[in-house]
């Protein structure tokens, strides 16, 4: 299916199969000959990269501080993705994908200490 | 029953654009001052607002997508985050100034200083957002928020001169001893409060929290010209009562207890009780809006989980943006800055971002790949362009204008 890939792809929105947020898609990763988009980048160091500048800088150099077990952006296989229309419907649940640092952090620092964190609002 | 229900968020998103704490105080000192000659830019607000809301609720339920979410893609990244952070000071200081407003009405009741109350206001803000279900918030607070209705039942009570009201209210200019600047830093005040950006990003994002689908298009619309109008009527009963007590006297309304004693006038003490309960709802309700909209915006920016709907867990970094929102607002007032200048401010600032807001919405409206058949009508396109120029026109003249009446003096 072809694509327009900064009007009909980039800063959408991703879901997962649930309709849950996973993330924007800040960049995309293509195939050497770039023919075909291979992944979905997303998460702030995608995002300040596509940014540069000092305030891109700051934003990658922020994002990539807290999530030190990876090099890159988070990644998410093009091959993942069921549907394109008003978002990014993915084929997953985002249990599956690997959690964006902040989240794990904030989840497991902040907000998971708080009674009722678990509970459906 | 569940049908009439459906309508609280729209009123519940409109109490918080037309009769929040600042807008309580500055519509009644416009009606001190100036009479009912600013009638018109209540009507011209309530249209706009009406309007946009509209396109922003069709948008929502059509592509399931919140606009604010929308925005980032059809402006872009930089432009997205311009927009951000313009509309997160807003909706921030507003939240300040609503948690400030609860404190005041609190102050009226209890006598004890409003300083006192700002942080039980805000630790029962922070779990109501925090536990309680959002269909439950926009019921509470939508429907006691109507307890304001009892000022526009006191335009009748206190027996005003109705030919010389008819007269002030078709009048565009300012009466004789008052002058053009404050008139018209009051008007843009006015309109600017009718639209504040974050009533849209709140009602689409409620839209979503409410799992509107395509079928709720009539919700979505019920919601908006009934809720809207309804805010927007709640403020003229602010405007007229203060119009008729206090423009005669020339006495200046400038705090929250003048603006709700013509209830007093009235009907006595149950008024006032009523009125002051109705301020009590209507500013909470405005915390919630814009304490809520501080972390939908930042959230649906950055394409993070968010909303009531998840348990907190799975949406970590919305409920943290919350949390320290309402942790910063505290911070502010404890610098015991007024809450009511405080949102004065804001509206002229938000008179400046709120292009960046409406512009994008009109094009998303417009986009068959977001809508489909749903699109705008050539009728809301000449709405939503006509309102642009306002917008526009308003943004454009909103820092001269502050600037030169000295904050409308």
Known sequence: MPLLIAFDLLDRQILDRDGIPVGKVDDVELSPDSRYVVALLTGQRALGARFGGALGRWITGTAARLDTDRTGPRRIEYALVAKVDSAVHLSVRRELLTPPALEAWLDEHVIGRIPGASDAG | ?409
């Open chain 2, 1 to 409: 029953m569940k049908r009439l229900l459906a309508v609280t968020l729209g009123i519940l998103t409109a109490i918080g654009g037309f009769v929040d704490i600042g807008d309580i105080v500055s519509t009644s000192e416009a009606g001190s001052r100036f009479g009912l000659a600013h009638t018109w830019v209540l009507v011209v607000g309530i249209i706009g607002i009406c309007v946009y809301a509209e396109m922003s609720g069709r948008v929502t339920a059509i592509s399931i997508r919140p606009v604010f979410d929308l925005i980032r893609e059809r402006l872009g990244p930089r432009i997205g985050l311009v927009n951000l952070l313009g509309s997160y000071l807003i909706t921030l200081l507003t939240l300040a100034a609503e948690i400030g407003g609860v404190a005041l009405a609190l102050q009226l009741l209890s006598g004890a200083s409003y300083l006192l109350w700002v942080p039980a206001a805000a630790i029962v803000l922070w779990l109501a957002l925090w536990r309680v279900k959002f269909e439950t918030l926009e019921r509470v607070f939508g429907l006691s928020g109507l307890a304001l209705v009892v000022l526009l039942v006191g335009i009748f009570w206190l027996h005003p001169d109705v030919a010389d009201l008819k007269g002030q209210a078709t009048t565009f200019s300012p009466p004789k001893g008052e002058n053009w600047p404050t008139y018209s830093f009051m008007a843009i005040a006015l309109f600017a409060s009718a639209m504040t950006p974050y009533e849209v990003f709140f009602f689409s994002s409620g839209g979503v929290e409410e799992r509107w689908t395509p079928r709720d298009l009539t919700i979505s619309r019920i919601n908006v010209f009934l809720g809207f109008p309804l805010g927007g009527l709640l403020a003229f009963g602010f405007l007229a009562t203060s119009a008729i007590v206090f423009e005669p006297i020339g006495v200046d309304v400038s705090t929250l207890g003048q603006a709700v004693l013509p209830a007093g006038m009235a009907f006595g003490r149950i008024g006032l009780g009523l009125a002051i309960l109705g301020v009590f709802a209507a500013t909470f309700g405005a915390a919630m809006e814009t304490g809520l909209s501080a972390g939908y915006t930042v959230s649906q920016y950055f394409g993070w989980s968010w909303g009531k709907f998840l348990r907190p867990r799975q949406a970590a970094r919305f409920h943290v943006v919350v949390l320290v929102s309402i942790l910063l607002a505290v911070a502010a007032l404890l610098t015991t800055i007024d809450p009511i200048q405080l949102t004065e401010y804001m509206l002229i600032f938000s008179a400046v971002v709120l292009p960046l807001t409406y512009l994008p919405i009109l094009v998303v409206a417009n986009d068959r790949g977001y809508l489909g058949d749903k699109v705008n009508g050539p009728f809301a396109n000449v709405m939503g362009v006509i309102y642009l120029i306002i917008v526009v026109a308003a943004a454009v003249a909103a820092v001269p204008v502050m600037i030169f009446t000295g904050m409308g003096g």
